[in-house]
């Protein structure tokens, strides 16, 4: 009589930094003196528009959402003034931004869970931002950082893509890229290493060519795509030598 396959128990591979703690230290004490006070992009007046921004964003630029949220911010920036438009009003002000329609629905939605459920504050952790309509855990991570100066990690599309590209944080999603990053960057460093990250993903480590010789961290970069083979010694950066590099 044949005996039952044997069950064999699988073991993910954790996928781990491939710098050490020192080179991660350059990598963002080299960040912090290029962008001493990196801000976000998208434009916003208080936590209220910020989550409502960052709602907004999801699958659309910053530079669109902005174009949308000037005139509605203006006319509606509390849970309250929001409400007061309506979700086809609202909706006429962002219908340049993509999914608009689901997107007026829940910007309305959370208005309204604000003002019934939290006094009309925006929340200040994370369980309970991601229970507002369209809020998911990186857009909560987005708004614990900005407004509440809390050191999370809000994995977006650039950071996915340099966690990998560079090994920085290898991770399969963005949460794994998330606890990776979480791990590894110094807490000194937390406050704004999202922004950092964005930031180089966005106007240097950029999708389909980046641009590696205008990179402060090229010489520490282990990316098998990297364009350039010209060490840069570990010194000083001054911020007006790296912006004559960009």
Same mark, same amino acid.
């Given at each position: 009589?044949p ?13 781990r930094?491939?710098y ?11 960040f ?6 990196p801000?976000g992009? %998208?434009?916003? $007046?208080?936590?209220? #528009?910020l989550l &409502?921004a ?5 699958q659309?630029?910053?530079?669109? =959402?902005?174009?949308?949220t000037?005139a509605?911010f203006?006319?509606a920036d509390?849970?309250e ?9 609202v909706g006429?002000?962002i ?10 629905k ?12 939290y006094?009309?504050?925006?929340p200040?952790?994370?369980?309970e931002?991601?229970? %507002?309509p369209? $809020?998911?855990?990186k #857009?909560?991570? &987005?708004?614990l ?9 809000? =994995?977006d599309?650039?950071?996915m893509?340099?966690?990998n ?6 991770g399969?999603t ?6 990776e ?11 704004h290493?999202?922004?950092w990250?964005?930031?180089?993903g966005r ?8 641009e590696?010789e205008?990179?402060?961290?090229a ?11 010209i060490p ?5 950066l001054?911020?007006?030598d790296?912006?004559q590099?960009?």
């Amino acid at each position: 009589m044949p005996q039952p396959a044997k069950r064999v128990a699988t073991v993910r591979r954790i996928q781990r930094s491939r710098y050490k703690p020192d080179e991660v230290h350059e990598i963002f004490r080299r960040f912090s003196v290029q962008r001493p006070e990196p801000k976000g992009e %998208l434009e916003h $007046v208080n936590a209220f #528009t910020l989550l &409502v921004a960052v709602v907004l964003s999801a699958q659309a630029t910053d530079i669109g =959402v902005n174009k949308a949220t000037r005139a509605l911010f203006e006319r509606a920036d509390t849970p309250e003034k929001m409400l007061a438009l309506g979700e086809d009003q609202v909706g006429e002000y962002i219908r340049t931004i993509g999914l608009w329609r689901s997107k007026a629905k829940n910007v309305i939605a959370l208005s309204l869970m604000l003002i019934e459920d939290y006094g009309s504050e925006v929340p200040g952790e994370r369980d309970e931002l991601i229970k %507002l309509p369209g $809020v998911g855990r990186k #857009t909560a991570n &987005v708004v614990l950082n900005m407004a509440f100066g809390q050191h999370t990690m809000a =994995v977006d599309t650039h950071i996915m893509r340099i966690g990998n590209r560079i090994g920085l944080a290898p991770g399969k999603t963005p949460e794994q890229v998330e606890a990776e990053l979480v791990r590894i960057i110094p807490d000194e460093f937390m406050r704004h290493a999202h922004h950092w990250l964005i930031l180089h993903g966005r106007y240097v480590c950029k999708a389909r060519k980046p641009e590696c010789e205008a990179c402060v961290i090229a010489d520490i970069c282990k990316s098998p795509e990297k364009t350039t083979s010209i060490p840069a010694p570990l010194v000083e950066l001054e911020p007006q030598d790296i912006a004559q590099s960009l």
